[in-house]
C-alpha cells in the first residue's frame, strides 16, 4: 500500500532550474527517511539527497551541494527536490525512495541499498 509518485521532470537548457516532487501514499513521512536518487544510462545509482520526516535533517551528495535543496510540504506527504545551475552531467532518471526510520543503528542515507519503498521515476534532460 506504500506508493511514491514523482512528476515534474523535463528538458531544461544548462544554468536552468528544475523542480521534483514526489507524493507519499500509505505511510507517514514523519516516521520515515526520504530521499532522492539518480542514474544515468552509464552510471551507477547515485544518491542525490535525503531527509529525515522526523527530524527534519538533510544530507546531499558533493556534486549537487549548494545547487539542489530537499524539503517536505507542511503535511509530510510531499517531497521536493528544487534543483538550480543545473548542468548537462544532471541528466539522469530521478528517483524518490522511502525507509522506516530506526533508532540507535548507523546507516547510511544517500546508499541505495538502505531503502524498502521506490518510485517509477521521472526522466531530467539537461542540453548544453
Known amino acids: 500500500q506504500v506508493h511514491l509518485v514523482e512528476s515534474g521532470g523535463g528538458s531544461v537548457q544548462a544554468g536552468g532550474s528544475l523542480n521534483l516532487s514526489c507524493v507519499a501514499s500509505g505511510f507517514s513521512s514523519s516516521s520515515f527517511s526520504m530521499a532522492w536518487f539518480r542514474q544515468a544510462p552509464t552510471k551507477e545509482r547515485e544518491g542525490v539527497a535525503h531527509?529525515?520526516?522526523?527530524?527534519?535533517?538533510?544530507r546531499y551528495a558533493d556534486s549537487v551541494k549548494g545547487r539542489f535543496t530537499i524539503s517536505l510540504d507542511k503535511d509530510k506527504t510531499t517531497v521536493y527536490l528544487q534543483m538550480t545551475r543545473l548542468n548537462t552531467e544532471d541528466t539522469a532518471m530521478y528517483h524518490c525512495?522511502?525507509?522506516?526510520?530506526?533508532?540507535?543503528?548507523?546507516?547510511?542515507?544517500?546508499?541505495?541499498?538502505?531503502?524498502?519503498?521506490w518510485g517509477q521515476g521521472t526522466q531530467v534532460t539537461v542540453s548544453s
Open positions: 525512495a522511502a525507509r522506516g526510520l530506526t533508532s540507535g543503528v548507523r546507516w547510511f542515507p544517500l546508499q541505495s541499498g538502505e531503502y524498502t519503498y
Open positions: 531527509i529525515s520526516g522526523r527530524f527534519g535533517d538533510t
